[in-house]
C-alpha cells in the first residue's frame, strides 16, 4: 500500500489489509464514483464512459496499476 496509503484510509480496516491489487481496484473504483457525483452534470461522465472506465479497472494488469492516481475518462475497448 506504498503509494496510495492517504487514500485507503477511506476503507473498512478489514479491506485495507487485502492485496494491495485489491485495494487499488478499490480505490480506482472509487475515483470513478466521485467522478460520477460532480456537483457539475456537465463534468460527469456518460454511462457509455463509466463502463469502460470500469473494464479497465477490471481488466488492467496488475502490475500496471499504481501508475496513476486517478482514472482518466477516455474511450476503451469493453472487452480485456
Do not use: W, Y
Not at 457539475?40 to 479497465?56: G, N, Q
Amino acid at each position: 500500500m506504498a503509494s496510495f496509503e492517504p487514500a485507503v484510509s477511506i476503507l473498512d480496516t478489514k479491506l485495507q489489509s487485502l492485496p494491495d491489487q485489491m485495494v487499488q481496484e478499490m480505490l480506482q473504483t472509487l475515483g470513478i464514483a466521485m467522478f460520477c457525483v460532480n456537483s457539475s452534470p456537465v463534468e460527469r461522465p456518460t454511462m457509455k464512459e463509466v463502463v469502460a472506465l470500469l473494464m479497465e479497472v477490471k481488466c488492467q494488469p496488475h502490475e500496471e496499476m499504481g501508475k496513476t492516481s486517478q482514472p482518466l475518462i477516455k474511450q476503451s475497448s469493453t472487452q480485456c
